[in-house]
């Protein structure tokens, strides 16, 4: 039973290596901002503005404890979910849990080369993105830090990146 968490800042590319990872091991990829999304039928956005972020944090909890009983997937978690309630603690429990950790600069960098909407980077001109990461991090950092595995990643811009990093955490994780 293979059942893979990938947890890390926004733009660290959990969804990217994560539909890879899942593809080469034959398994269902989920995203759980996805997952909501499709529940709910609302956008993260949307959730934000009705429900504010602790209304999310709560619909982001529910939905972790339904997907992650799955058996046989990889799913990628939001940004924030491992830094609420006993997410981390909860993931671990019965999950592969790595963290993908990238560098501000690239952090950044993904964001603005990506389309996705997120409302806590709403208004964040492209010279403030990379200092805004970098505060952050500095209280993330010690959640993402308990997960299982971690994954050190580069600039991911193109395939062949995208699979090593697959290729490393099969490795990591004997898989
Ligand atoms: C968030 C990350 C987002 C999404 C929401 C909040 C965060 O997911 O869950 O906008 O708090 O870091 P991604 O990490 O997939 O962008």
Redesign the pocket.
């Known amino acids: 039973m293979v059942r893979i968490i990938l947890i890390?800042?926004?733009?660290?590319g959990?969804?990217t290596v994560g539909k890879a990872l899942a593809a080469e091991l034959g398994v269902p990829f989920y995203?759980?901002?996805w997952f909501?999304t499709t529940r709910y039928r609302k956008s993260?956005?949307e959730i934000?503005a009705e429900s504010g972020?602790a209304g999310?944090r709560e619909l982001?909890r529910r939905m972790l404890h339904e997907v992650a009983e799955f058996e046989d997937i990889v799913l990628?978690?939001?940004?924030?979910?491992p830094?609420f309630f006993d997410n981390m603690e909860y993931m671990n429990s019965l999950a592969d849990t790595v963290y993908l950790k990238a560098e501000p600069a690239v952090l950044a960098m993904h964001?603005r080369m990506?389309k996705?909407?997120?409302?806590?980077?709403e208004g964040k001109s492209p010279e403030e993105l990379e200092d805004y990461v970098r505060e952050?991090l500095v209280t993330?950092e010690p959640f993402y830090s308990k997960a299982k595995y971690t994954l050190d990643v580069s600039l991911l811009d193109n395939f062949t990146k995208i699979q090593e990093s697959v290729g490393l955490i099969k490795e990591m994780l004997k898989v």
């Open positions: 890390g800042y926004m733009g660290a959990k969804t995203d759980l901002d909501i993260v956005p934000f972020e999310f982001e990628s978690c939001g940004g924030g979910t830094c964001l990506g996705g909407k997120r409302p806590l980077l952050m993330r």
